[in-house]
């Protein structure tokens, strides 16, 4: 049989609930006094087993108990309550009854709590997982949006590369390449002063160019291109039909291109000279062009006084007004020997 003390701890169940906890000392004075039947079932709350009051009275071992002022603040259970010996069973485990802290309210408690933390971590893994599978869609958006604007960009550089006309670049890479080697250009013929075949490729560098050009379907307007060989092929046939066959006109301005230059090196003052004398012979020295250039080429060689005879022969065959007016400015340059053309 257990003892029990003045500290274990009671509790009566009606109709109306739970009351209670009352000690031993409690419900040997419910007894007493007729509130309590002997025979009616109480819960023993610290060992959570059904007992009857009359067990809890005549279990303790020596004198009866006496009520403390703490035992008597509630000398009866409830006023007229009814008590039903057979209604007492014990709580479910885990179930805290009021004011009680046993050991299996404890454990019950550390268990809930457990399943409660297991429970929201649980849940927070839950959402941090759904969080993680809505990011996905819109991280794939933004990739997706980055990639479309990069496309983007890269089409509009490439059109725009595709539309520049880069062709000025490629012309000039032509004309160095003609100019630095003009031999290159006479594949047969009579052999000719450089600097008289570079102002040849100089004149007739459109005219190749314009024979190189390659369409290019619907971007030609936007990028032409210019093939190398026809380009050097058209350069070098119209080179030579002015070496086989001179037109005067064209040797005339070659020399006047090559004595007037501000700076014009002696080779290229001789080459000029030459060249004057030829358009000279060419137009039977009835132009009146070709002599003042002849003149110049004379006055930038060295000689001012013969310059000046050749302008004065230029003179008498003089078309017109502009025509002698040039002859006059050559003449008075020659004379204070001012070069200014």
């Known amino acids: 049989m257990t003892t029990a003390t003045t500290t274990d701890r009671y509790v009566i169940r ?18 007493a006094a007729g509130k309590l039947s002997a025979s009616a079932k109480i819960l ?46 014990p709580s479910a485990p885990g179930t805290r009854i009021p004011g009680t802290t046993s050991r299996v309210t404890k454990g019950a408690a550390k268990t809930g709590t457990a399943r409660r933390t ?19 869609p819109v991280v794939l958006i933004a990739v997706l949006a980055i990639v479309a604007v990069g496309l983007v960009i890269g089409a509009v550089i490439v059109l725009g590369r595709m539309r520049t006309d880069h062709s000025p670049q490629l012309v000039a890479t032509l004309q160095a390449d003609a100019l630095a080697h003009p031999e290159t250009l006479v594949t047969s013929g009579p052999a000719a002063d450089p600097a008289y075949l570079r102002v040849l490729a100089q004149r007739f560098h459109a005219q190749a160019l314009a024979d190189a050009k390659v369409e290019r379907g619907s971007l030609s307007q936007y990028k032409p291109g210019y ?67 002849l003149a110049w080429a004379t006055f930038r060689s060295g ?16 078309p017109d007004a502009a025509a002698k007016s040039e002859c006059g400015d050559a003449i008075g340059a020659f004379r204070t020997g001012n070069a200014e053309r």
């Open 227 to 293: 093939d190398a060989a026809r380009y050097r092929g058209s350069l070098a046939a119209a080179i030579g039909k002015q070496l086989a066959t001179p037109d005067a006109t064209v040797v005339d301005a070659c020399a006047r291109d090559l004595v007037t230059r501000e700076k014009a090196t002696p080779a290229e003052i001789a080459a000029g000279k030459a060249l004057a004398q030829q358009a000279v012979t060419l137009d039977g020295e009835k132009n009146h062009r070709s002599l003042i250039t």
């Open 118 to 136: 297991r429970g929201n971590t649980e849940a927070a893994t839950g959402k941090r997982t759904k969080r993680r599978a809505k990011g996905r």
């Open 14 to 31: 009606t109709a109306s609930g739970d009351k209670g906890p009352f000690t031993r000392a409690q419900i040997a004075q419910f007894v």
């Open 44 to 89: 023993d709350v610290d060992a959570q087993r059904a007992v009857s009051a009359g067990e809890v009275v005549a279990s303790a071992s020596g004198p009866a108990p006496v009520l403390t002022e703490a035992d008597a603040s509630d000398p009866t259970p409830d006023a007229g309550m009814r008590i039903d010996p057979n209604s007492v069973t």
């Open 303 to 318: 000689d001012a006084k013969r310059a000046g005879l050749i302008a004065e022969q230029a003179m008498e065959i003089a």
